[in-house]
């Protein structure tokens, strides 16, 4: 299994727990706020903001808070003005990172951006350096509730690209621009859709074993628990061991 299935494996079962204390909510009210002041409040004339709210009711976020975050963006509700920035740059072992961040003072975020990145044996790269080797994606979680043969044939049905059938959920990948309705699609055959959001997916990978592995974990633990990260992507590849130590920590 890939690194980046691993990771959305953690990041699935770590967002549990940031749900819990309104963390991973924080987050989509960024997003959502972000979205509307771009585009407007309307979901149906707004692919950005579609596409977090698909997220947010996925992991429940309450309707008030999306409410909300919406009149902030558009401008009903006061609020603050943020940013959307994106970095690049490097963990140990070279594997390469993209980091998405909300900020409503780039000057800061980008300093301990940085510093996390130094501490952790990885540093900063110049726009463009890592991201050439990423490819925007949709990709849609679904409850194991049937067979391989079975997804594959209804993923293909909806307009899917591909499955992955390995971890705890099939992850569906999807031309970026087609997400929601390949998700429709799915949810009407029955299927139980957890999370559809557009992500980077790496074209190729980094072998990370042992001491590098655990530090590129902890990284991307740490970037994701910044107040600012909305995303994070990297390109590693990992042994299951590797991953299965990181889920016990």
């Not at 996925?58 to 409410?67: E, I, K, R, T, Y």
Request: charged residues 30%; contains cysteine; aromatic residues 4%.
């Amino acid at each position: 299994m890939s690194g980046h299935s691993k990771w959305s494996t953690i990041k699935r079962k770590k967002g549990a727990l940031d749900a819990k204390r309104g963390k991973i909510f924080s987050k989509f009210a960024k997003e959502i706020t972000v979205a509307a002041k771009l585009g407007g409040g309307d979901p149906a004339g707004n692919p950005r903001l579609r596409t977090v709210l698909l997220a947010a009711r996925a992991q429940n976020m309450p309707s008030d808070n999306v409410d909300r975050a919406i009149k902030k963006g558009t401008g009903e509700l006061p609020g603050v003005t943020y940013e959307d920035v994106r970095y690049e740059g490097y963990a140990a072992g070279g594997v390469a990172v993209i980091v998405d961040v909300l900020t409503d003072n780039k000057n800061r975020t980008v300093a301990e951006i940085r510093h996390v990145l130094d501490r952790s044996g990885g540093s900063m790269a110049a726009s463009g350096a890592v991201s050439w080797n990423f490819e925007k994606k949709g990709v849609i979680t679904v409850q194991k509730t049937c067979s391989d043969d079975e997804i594959f044939e209804k993923a293909i049905e909806a307009g899917a690209e591909d499955v992955d059938t390995d971890g705890d959920a099939f992850e569906i990948s999807t031309d970026p621009t087609q997400l929601h309705a390949v998700s429709e699609a799915l949810q009407k055959m029955g299927l139980k859709v957890d999370n559809a959001t557009q992500t980077m997916v790496p074209k190729n990978t980094v072998k990370c074993e042992g001491k590098t592995a655990a530090s590129v974990l902890r990284l991307l633990e740490q970037l994701e628990d910044h107040d600012d990260v909305q995303n994070v992507y990297a390109n590693f590849d990992i042994s299951d061991e590797a991953m299965a130590a990181a889920m016990e920590e």
